[in-house]
């Protein structure tokens, strides 16, 4: 898309430019191709960061505890309700509920190591450049 054009770049337009793969990766637009993103300052808080990585570990818990409940709600269901056509149909709903707990169980858990990562690296990037800047200026 040239520069100056007011219509946005989606991921429709982009699988739409006539590319031969329908499933290839187009890049959308740099941020060297739109000043207005690239003016845009990224700020990176550490205490941000924990607090996101808490409430995902709070997350992940009360996921592991709602689960749980719901298991034992249901435990001996099955066998009171043997018989009844309901009981089959209750089951799936049980399972579907499970899997979707433990599927948010374990994407909580994954984002609040992904932010404890996202802190360690960016202590890691400060430090890195505080040696490299002493260096530096040991150098001059």
């Known amino acids: 898309m040239p520069k100056g054009d007011s219509q946005p770049l989606t991921l429709d337009s982009a699988h739409d430019s006539g590319t031969s793969q329908p499933d290839a990766i187009t890049p959308i637009a740099s941020v060297a ?3 207005k993103l690239a003016s845009y300052d990224l700020k990176v808080s ?3 960061l924990k607090k996101a990585s808490t409430a995902s570990d ?6 592991g505890q709602a689960h749980d409940k719901l298991t034992q709600a249901h435990d001996g269901l099955a066998k ?3 018989g009844f056509t309901f009981a089959t149909t209750l089951g799936e709903v049980l399972k579907s509920w499970q899997s979707r707990l433990d599927m948010i169980h ?4 994954d984002l609040s190591g992904l932010f404890k990562l996202a802190v360690d690296a960016h202590h890691d990037n400060d430090d890195t450049i505080r040696a490299k800047v002493a260096a530096m200026r040991k150098g001059l």
């Open 33 to 35: 191709d739109d000043v």
């Open 46 to 48: 550490p205490d941000g």
């Open 58 to 63: 709070e997350l992940a818990q009360s996921t």
């Open 80 to 82: 009171a309700t043997d």
């Open 106 to 109: 374990r994407d909580c858990q």
